[in-house]
């Protein structure tokens, strides 16, 4: 099974009330990389009474002064990018939709309620949390036509792979390349060889395997090849000795052919000669 990419909002008690609004908020929010999420915030009116016109300001890094990620009044129906509204202020709900989070929404949010003289504000702490995930397996041949078996996995930091089949992986042998939250793993792809790659997790390990049968496959049918040209090769060059030997041959029959006998030579020399006139 695999795990997902989580993220965590804890809530950073900032609040500031005036006249009868209060905020009202969860302590933790989880979500996923990737995935779009919800920031809740929503607040009470003491007195149950919310009359004239609205406004909702949310905010990142700092309140007030800080850029302003999405704003409306009233009928909050618009999207501003990946920021949305998903709430409704007639219920007192002004919680904040981002669409496709990722690594770079870390950071403090700060969303408002603004009616006459009534206001507050909140500020949550937006924490990204990225678990250790074993992504895939696959075989791939190189440049040098070399053919390998890798695992990919995912987390920060990125966790260790763990080769359990073949029992015969050579770790002199195993490739590793690592980057900020991914790296991979790889060995050496032998014929008809069943490869498994496992990470261990809090509570469980998790594990992909492969059956290299392709491998095989492909350096029979390239030996295949090879011999397949050789014999073109050498069909070809026997054939052009031969040719060339049947026109050596042919052109010695036509010489001995045309060359007078010495038979001829001595009938024509036993004519009588005749007188000159």
């Known amino acids: 099974m695999r795990s997902r990419s989580a993220l965590f909002f804890i809530v950073h008690c900032l609040v500031a009330v005036s006249g009868t609004i209060k905020m009202d908020y969860p302590n933790l929010v989880n979500g996923s990389v990737g995935k779009d999420l919800i920031i809740p915030c929503s607040f009470r009116v003491i007195d149950d009474t919310l009359t004239g016109e609205a406004t909702v300001v949310w905010w990142k890094s700092t309140a007030y002064t800080g850029p302003v990620i999405y704003q409306c009044s009233n009928n909050c129906s618009k999207s501003d990018g990946r920021y949305s509204f998903a709430g409704n202020i007639t219920e007192k709900n002004i919680s904040l939709k981002i669409s496709m989070v990722s690594f770079t929404d870390t950071g403090v949010y700060f969303c408002r309620i603004e009616r006459s003289d009534k206001f507050t504000s909140q500020g949550i702490v937006l924490q990204v949390k990225v678990p250790k995930e074993l992504r895939r397996i696959y075989v791939q041949t190189n440049e040098q036509g070399e053919r390998w078996v890798t695992c990919e996995v995912f987390g920060d930091p990125p966790p260790n792979v763990i080769w359990t089949q073949p029992n015969t992986v050579n770790p002199s042998e195993i490739l590793n390349q690592h980057g900020i939250y991914s790296s991979s793993s790889s060995v050496p792809a032998s014929p008809n060889t069943n490869y498994t790659c496992q990470i261990d997790l809090e509570k469980q390990k998790v594990a992909l395997s492969i059956y290299n049968q392709e491998s ?52 024509y020399h036993n004519y009588p000669r005749l007188p000159d006139l």
């Not at 070809?236 to 030579?265: A, M």
């Open 216 to 267: 095989g496959t492909l350096a029979a049918a390239c030996n295949e090849r090879v011999y397949i040209t050789v014999i073109v090769v050498l069909a070809v060059t026997l054939g052009i000795v031969l040719l060339y030997l049947l026109c050596v041959l042919v052109n010695l029959f036509k010489r001995g052919h045309n060359k007078p006998s010495e038979n001829d030579d001595n009938v």
